[in-house]
Nanobody, 120 residues
Framework: QVQLVESGGGLVQAGGSLRLSCAASGRFFSISAMNWFRQAPGKAREFVAGLRWTDGSSYYTEPVKGRFTISRDNAKNTVYLQMNSLKPEDTAVYYC?????????????WGQGTLVTVSS
């Protein structure tokens, strides 16, 4: 079983930055991709960004393109999400998940997420 632990959320003013982390641990053979998702209050969970583990190729959805950057630390099985120029509409609980691809696939049980609140 894989455990996913997200951290790094908090309260930030619009225009500010945060860096989220997600550590994967437990029993798994390998990581093909890691994806970040978010769920705003009253809304469905949505895919935000993904990264292919082997070569670091990344994909971003339109709402975050140019503002967010996904990266990884292979040795730590950790994926990061650097979020710049934050907007109030980025307010959500952020989750990560392993995937077979880096376009929003999710293989594992969800972690507790980390809350990001952007004030205007």
């Amino acid at each position: 079983q894989v455990q996913l632990v997200e951290s790094g959320g908090g309260l930030v003013q619009a225009g500010g930055s945060l860096r989220l982390s997600c550590a994967a641990s437990g029993r798994f053979f390998s990581i093909s991709a890691m994806n970040w998702f978010r769920q705003a209050p009253g809304k469905a969970r949505e895919f935000v960004a993904g990264l292919r583990w082997t070569d670091g190729s990344s994909y971003y959805t339109e709402p975050v393109k140019g503002r967010f950057t996904i990266s990884r630390d292979n040795a730590k099985n950790t994926v990061y999400l650097q979020m710049n120029s934050l907007k109030p509409e980025d307010t959500a609980v952020y989750y990560c998940n392993r995937g077979r691809n880096y376009f929003g696939d999710a293989l594992d049980a969800w972690g507790q997420g980390t809350l990001v609140t952007v004030s205007s």
